[in-house]
């Protein structure tokens, strides 16, 4: 299969640069529209590749400057009406653009690797989190936070939940790892592997 970018002279540009740079723009949103397609040059297309761009590289800072952060959403037990669990919400806190929800920026984390520093900083955070809410007397309750395809293929991930656990002195059981379809899809035998060690662990 293959993802095609067209741009025509003179309309695109008129010097073999900027058709090449033009071609390529619409090339990458032919892959983000599901590739194997052909996508032509388009003024909003060069706007989408820029505003993708910006925010690629302030997701890329956004660790180091504190401006992600997790909300905790409740889980009711529907026949108690008791809290039966959490689960954590993935923010960014953006300069200029305010709260940033995960569908406008997991999928580029993701596709540029940066997913692993974020969700090795979200086991983390959820982890000093329990430790937090339980020396201050609350019962212990399951965090439940979503792991995807590329983490599972981390080979650094079990190393990075049990240093977490360690360090907070968290049990396992504590927390809930949600994943998708798609890692069954994927390395379906690597990925059994790794869900199997996760398992063992107790989380």
Not at 115 to 144: K, M, N, S, Y
Request: charged residues 20%.
């Amino acid at each position: 299969t293959s993802s095609i970018g067209i741009s025509l002279f003179p309309n695109d540009g008129e010097d073999e640069e900027t058709l090449f740079k033009n071609a390529d723009m619409a090339m990458y949103h032919a892959k983000g529209t599901g590739k194997n397609n052909f996508q032509f040059f388009t003024a909003r297309i060069n706007q989408t590749i820029v505003n993708r761009l910006t925010l690629e590289r302030n997701l890329r800072t956004a660790l180091d400057r504190d401006q992600l952060f997790l909300q905790y959403q409740p889980k009711f037990d529907l026949a108690s009406g008791q809290i039966s669990g959490l689960e954590a919400l993935l923010r960014w806190r953006h300069p200029t653009r305010g709260i940033v929800g995960p569908a406008d920026f997991i999928t580029f984390a993701e596709e540029c690797g940066f997913i692993v520093p974020i969700g090795e900083w979200v086991i983390h955070t959820v982890c000093q989190q329990q430790r937090a809410w339980q020396d201050a007397g609350l019962p212990a309750v399951r965090i439940a936070l979503n792991l995807s395809v590329r983490q599972i293929r981390d080979h650094n991930l079990l190393a990075s939940i049990q240093h977490s656990l360690a360090e907070t002195g968290i049990a396992p059981q504590q927390l809930e790892l949600e994943i998708t379809e798609t890692v069954f899809t994927a390395d379906s035998d690597s990925n059994r592997i790794i869900l199997q060690q996760l398992k063992s662990m107790g989380a």
